[in-house]
């Protein structure tokens, strides 16, 4: 089993220690930017697609966090509706993002990057047909 690397937050260490795996990041970052108007969804990989499929819900899919001396990075890798502007709600997924993370976790991040990977068009839903014999 991999080693996974805990981030401490707790400064006082009288009661305890009080860690943060990278995966609650993930799972933080993933749902502020799907709160995000204009985006269409986040960009997984075959076997989130699968899980997503059978009813399971991945909130950290399209999110990959990296911890390291100088702080936490956050890549983001989204679609979104296509006719929106893409720097207003790349703005705005990083803003939410942010906030989030400060809100939740007291956490300042190094660097958010969002890879806009697709534009999802709008489906038009087939008029109902009638049923005239």
Avoid: C, W
């Avoid at 930017?33 to 697609?49: D, I, K, L, T, Y």
Wanted: aromatic fraction near 4%.
């Amino acid at each position: 089993m991999a080693e996974h690397n805990l981030l401490n937050v707790s400064t006082d260490t009288s009661l305890g220690s009080v860690e943060i795996a990278p995966e609650v990041i993930e799972v933080i970052a993933g749902i502020a930017a799907n709160e995000v108007a204009g985006v269409a969804q986040m960009r997984g990989n075959f076997a989130s697609s699968m899980t997503e499929r059978f009813g399971k819900k991945n909130h950290g899919k399209g999110v990959k966090v990296e911890l390291s001396d100088k702080g936490i990075k956050i890549d983001i890798f989204s679609v979104l509706n296509y006719g929106v502007s893409i720097p207003t709600v790349a703005q705005k997924i990083q803003d939410n993002i942010r906030q989030a993370l400060k809100n939740m976790t007291a956490l300042e991040i190094e660097e958010i990057n969002v890879h806009v990977v697709g534009v999802q068009m709008e489906h038009k839903e087939d008029e109902p047909k009638s049923n005239d014999a």
